[in-house]
């Protein structure tokens, strides 16, 4: 049957959600290397994420004064069994995956480094369906394949960067390991993005602010004892902003559509920020994509529009399962309320509101469209 109206605009948001975050991201790129020559990649890393703490910092404390005295968080607090998901996120996400990425772009041309990032979108789905139990269509996987095969087209051959790879004029520099370590940085992201997944019924501020913070803190820390020199203001700032905007609202609506869609499907999304990345780095950093790089364009776009097709439809059963994150009253959320022992009420009972608290699904069976979020984790 089709889905409610309800799911419908759900869903919508979700790819909303996850276009816009990978737009953000995307622009990360090019901006990123344009930061490059004047410091090093810990530091950048530690300084992006630094941006995006200050950000999410700032943002809790305007939500937490426009909400009204006494009124509970509309979102599920974090638990303390959670720390261990939760630094996984810092080190591989905050740490490894950014120092990898900055590393390589200083070593490829803007535009191939922002293409290679698409590799992160198949890596995320892979992990998704091999270790955690989610949906993949036909199409999906072929796609994975398209992009790929893409990817490996783009790290094959590039022309010198002039951007520190320590090439001398007329020579070639060998691709392999810049292009590994953008390889690696979209493993660790892929990792990174199926455990926020299972974070992902909790509060996104917090979460995101927890691992900017972190990641800010270990790669400062080790750009320090590694000798890095301070940037000058001008580049501290820009980096702050970039951080900010591509590590810190970006990573928030990025959660957002994992809650919404999944890992997998939410990664069909995301593969669009490379696309943005190269056409950002074309204004920004006076480059011109190459045949090769255009001839991956196109490639890795019909594998984006592969992911974007898939549909998914089946009878299924949910199982009983007992948590506790937002939502509303829909088809997977009939419960009652406990009332409240001093209002009589649940404080955020009211139809149609998103409220948290814990909860319990009773075993249900039914058919409707539907993706691998935290409610369809059934067998096939």
């Known amino acids: 049957m089709p889905p409610a109206p309800d799911e419908r605009g759900e869903q919508r948001r979700g790819a909303l959600r996850g276009l816009a975050a990978a737009a953000l991201f995307g622009a990360s790129a090019p901006l990123a290397k344009r930061l490059l020559p004047g410091?090093?990649?810990?530091?950048?890393?530690?300084?992006?994420?630094?941006?995006?703490?200050?950000?999410l910092t700032g943002w809790g404390l305007a939500r937490r004064r426009r909400a009204s005295a006494g009124a509970p968080s509309p979102e599920a607090a974090l638990r303390r069994t959670d720390l261990p998901a939760l630094a996984a996120i810092v080190i591989l996400g905050g740490v490894v995956g950014p120092i990898c990425m900055l590393w390589g772009l200083g070593r490829l041309s803007a535009v191939s480094g922002a293409l290679l990032l698409n590799l992160e979108s198949p890596l995320t789905a892979l992990l998704a369906v091999l270790l955690f139990r989610e949906h993949l269509g036909w199409r999906s996987a072929l796609a994975i394949?398209?992009?790929?095969?893409?990817?490996?087209?783009?790290?094959?051959?590039?022309?010198?960067?002039?951007?520190?790879?320590?090439?001398?004029?007329?020579?070639?520099?060998?691709?392999?390991?810049p292009a590994l370590a953008v390889g690696a940085a979209c493993l660790a992201w892929a990792i990174d993005n199926n455990l926020t997944q299972r974070l992902s019924v909790r509060d996104p501020i917090a979460v995101v602010r927890i691992k900017a913070l972190g990641a800010a803190g270990c790669n400062l820390a080790l750009a320090l004892a590694t000798g890095s020199p301070a940037p000058h203001f001008g580049l501290l700032a820009a980096a702050l902003a970039v951080g900010a905007a591509s590590y810190g609202v970006s990573v928030v609506l990025d959660f957002q559509a994992l809650r919404i869609l999944g890992a997998a499907r939410e990664a069909a999304y995301f593969a669009t920020a490379p696309f943005a990345g190269a056409l950002l780095a074309i204004p920004l950093l006076g480059q011109r994509p190459g045949q090769r790089e255009l001839v991956a364009a196109v490639v890795m776009a019909a594998g984006v529009a592969l992911l974007l097709r898939d549909r998914h439809d089946h009878r299924h059963t949910h199982d009983a399962l007992e948590h506790d994150h937002l939502h509303v009253h829909d088809q997977h959320h009939q419960h009652v309320h406990d009332h409240d022992h001093l209002t009589g009420a649940h404080p955020?009972?009211?139809?149609?509101?998103?409220?948290?608290?814990?909860?319990?699904?009773?075993?249900?069976?039914?058919?409707?469209?539907?993706?691998?979020?935290?409610?369809?984790?059934?067998?096939?």
């Open 39 to 55: 410091v090093s990649p810990a530091m950048l890393a530690g300084l992006l994420y630094g941006g995006a703490g200050l950000a």
């Open 145 to 177: 394949l398209v992009i790929v095969g893409a990817a490996a087209l783009l790290g094959a051959a590039d022309p010198p960067s002039g951007a520190g790879a320590g090439a001398g004029a007329g020579e070639r520099p060998h691709l392999a390991l």
């Open 348 to 380: 955020a009972a009211a139809p149609g509101q998103a409220h948290a608290h814990p909860h319990r699904h009773d075993p249900l069976t039914h058919e409707h469209p539907h993706s691998s979020d935290i409610h369809h984790r059934h067998r096939h």
